[in-house]
């Protein structure tokens, strides 16, 4: 489950049954009084034309001021909270509180990031990772170094690497008497990049920065096996070459075993220590995930690993290809000309990098498709202020104003990304009428199903109804996409809370689902 929360709000944790019978009267009556005093913000049915008049009670507005009166069962602040729901087929919205305020996005701008990528990349987009060989291939010998250009595939995993490298031997490559150079032409990224965002820490690998070349996402995992004779295997992935690693397991019935991280030990050197009490019934348990090191060496100890586990012979090191300022991203061979390459690895296409990137809210490989978007990438080195440019291109021509929408990680880990309900909505109105909407759609998590949803909003209407991208910061709470009513129609809805106490709305939130989904 995504957050811990205090049910604040009776309806949702009671699937199933009405908003309007779970919100007492009297706390009916306290927001009804609430908003006669303009403590809410004006709703979309009370204009400028109508200032100061009691406006017919249709379904439509009783239905509205229902949902409001939900939203604020929590007590917290109706400036803190912002949300626009609308039909696909109508003009005007079913619920508007705030739809103007700008409020932090959290993880629902990875919705923007998406949407931006199927229309600029295409479906068929692929991250691509490159290896050339740099001397004379014979005998399965090469004598001289290989080559790795990173295409920004944030989601290269070991067994991805594994498979690839197999087919190196496929192609006859089983010995480099040079070195592994690891090239990360692909981005050019600075410090500043990252000011606006959480700095990385072994417990938090979430926090990982966009690399053009690396494995796992930079996190190590620990396992612990027991094997045949009883014997305790630590098991690391991806195999971290060279890594010391201090077990200190003591065989005992019990199953009680951890895993630290040391970055420096007495002999100056990072080991990975391991401890407590393990048996041959235990079977297999991660213990742990880490992001431990820099990037360049996860990088270089994880292709070390991989390439001897994959039955390779490395002569040499895994080093750093120093920045060049080659023209493109295929390296330049003897003669001056461009090197066509001599494996290329493939990530699966954009629909389902959406998915993976999504349903499990990816913070890293949102910010590398971010990056993506940079003019020219591949062929030309990205950066984020190209990526940022091409993105507030494109959101003008989707009909929003500058402070509609901003965009600078695309991830959400920024409280700089933010965006006026209304205008999410917008975006997600549009998409839905384009040729990638059931990709967008496929990303989401399911409401009930799957995802970081799976275990929220089970057994009610919304249960199976409702794609939603999710989102978490510690002073923000969102739900932004798409919900299909029982009377069959669908809204683009979108729902923003920034408070200290965020958290006490998270019941309030899907109790607005749930209620949409059966009365929308």
Request: glycine content about 10%; aromatic content about 6%; overall charge positive.
């Amino acid at each position: 489950m995504e957050w811990d929360v205090t049910n604040c709000a009776a309806a949702a944790a009671t699937p199933g049954v009405p908003l309007e019978r779970a919100a007492s009267r009297r706390a009916w009556l306290r927001h009804g009084a609430l908003l006669g005093a303009g403590a809410l913000a004006t709703p979309w049915w009370s204009g400028s034309a109508h200032a100061g008049q009691r406006l017919p009670a249709t379904p439509v507005r009783q239905a509205a001021r229902s949902a409001q009166a939900l939203l604020q069962g929590c007590g917290l602040p109706a400036s803190s909270i912002g949300v626009y729901a609308r039909a696909l087929d109508a003009a005007e919205p079913l619920v508007a509180l705030n739809p103007e305020t700008s409020f932090a996005l959290a993880s629902t701008a990875k919705l923007v990031t998406s949407m931006a990528a199927l229309d600029l990349l295409g479906p068929q987009f692929r991250w691509r990772t490159l290896a050339f060989t740099r001397g004379k291939l014979q005998d399965g010998r090469l004598d001289g170094d290989l080559w790795i250009v990173g295409g920004g595939n944030a989601l290269l995993s070991s067994q991805d690497l594994l498979q690839w490298m197999s087919q190196w031997r496929e192609l006859g490559l089983r010995e480099i008497a040079g070195n592994i150079v690891l090239d990360r032409f692909a981005f050019h990224l600075t410090d500043s990049d990252h000011e606006r965002t959480p700095l990385p820490a072994p417990d938090r690998p979430h926090h990982n920065r966009p690399d053009a070349l690396t494995v796992d996402e930079g996190v190590l995992r620990v396992s612990l096996q027991s094997g045949r004779s009883g014997r305790m295997e630590v098991q690391l992935d991806p195999p971290m070459a060279g890594l010391a690693i201090d077990q200190r397991l003591v065989r005992k019935g019990g199953c009680s075993a951890w895993a630290q991280w040391e970055d420096k030990t007495t002999r100056g050197a990072a080991q990975l220590r391991v401890q407590g009490q393990w048996s041959a019934a235990c079977g297999r348990r991660q213990l742990a995930a880490f992001a431990p090191l820099e990037q360049t060496e996860f990088s270089h100890r994880a292709f070390a690993g991989l390439w001897a586990e994959a039955g390779g012979v490395l002569r040499g090191r895994v080093i750093e290809q120093t920045p060049s300022d080659r023209p493109g991203r295929f390296p330049l061979d003897e003669d001056g000309l461009t090197q066509q390459p001599f494996a290329v690895h493939r990530s699966a296409m954009l629909p389902q990098l959406l998915r993976d990137i999504n349903k499990t809210s990816d913070n890293l490989a949102a910010r590398n498709l971010m990056l993506a978007l940079s003019r020219g990438f591949p062929a030309r080195a990205a950066t984020l202020p190209a990526a940022q440019a091409r993105m507030r291109e494109w959101l003008m021509g989707q009909g929003l104003l500058p402070d509609d929408v901003q965009v600078e990680n695309g991830s959400g880990l920024s409280r700089g990304e933010r965006a006026k309900p209304r205008a999410l909505v917008h975006l997600l109105s549009r998409a839905w009428q384009t040729g990638q909407a059931s990709s967008l759609v496929d990303s989401l998590p399911v409401a009930g199903v799957d995802g970081t949803l799976e275990h929220r909003m089970r057994g009610g209407a919304a249960a199976g109804q409702a794609w939603l991208k999710t989102g978490t910061l510690l002073d923000a709470r969102a739900l932004a996409g798409y919900v299909r009513s029982q009377r069959g129609g669908v809204y683009a809805v979108t729902a923003l809370v920034n408070h200290p106490d965020a958290t006490r709305a998270v019941p309030a939130l899907d109790g607005f689902i749930e209620w949409l989904a059966r009365n929308g």
